[in-house]
Nanobody, 120 residues
Framework: QVQLVESGGGLVQAGDSLRLSCAASGRILSSYEMGWFRQAPGKEREFVAAIRWNGGNTYYADSVKGRFIISRDNAKNTVYLQMNSLKPEDTAVYYC?????????????WGQGTQVTVSS
């Protein structure tokens, strides 16, 4: 089992930056990828970014490429999502997830989500 707890959400203005954190605990396999997903009201949950837990590979959705940066601190068992140049369309509940190939298969482990609201 893996437990994930997100933090760092809030209300910001367009153009601002925000950093989300995901604290992980439990049995995290080296083959796992840690991912960020988001769900806006009335829309399906979508992939945002992912990083290999034991490696440097990162993956981004086209909509956030060049603005968001995913990183991890294995010593703290924490994954971060640095969000820059935020836009109103980035408004959503952001979820941290863990699993194998999270860009392809629905991750088995999810956090409770953190709200990000970007005002224009």
């Amino acid at each position: 089992q893996v437990q994930l707890v997100e933090s760092g959400g809030g209300l910001v203005q367009a153009g601002d930056s925000l950093r989300l954190s995901c604290a992980a605990s439990g049995r995290i396999l080296s083959s796992y990828e840690m991912g960020w997903f988001r769900q806006a009201p009335g829309k399906e949950r979508e992939f945002v970014a992912a990083i290999r837990w034991n490696g440097g590979n990162t993956y981004y959705a086209d909509s956030v490429k060049g603005r968001f940066i995913i990183s991890r601190d294995n010593a703290k068992n924490t994954v971060y999502l640095q969000m820059n140049s935020l836009k109103p369309e980035d408004t959503a509940v952001y979820y941290c997830a863990a699993g194998i190939m999270v860009t392809t298969f629905r991750p088995p482990y999810w956090g409770q989500g953190t709200q990000v609201t970007v005002s224009s």
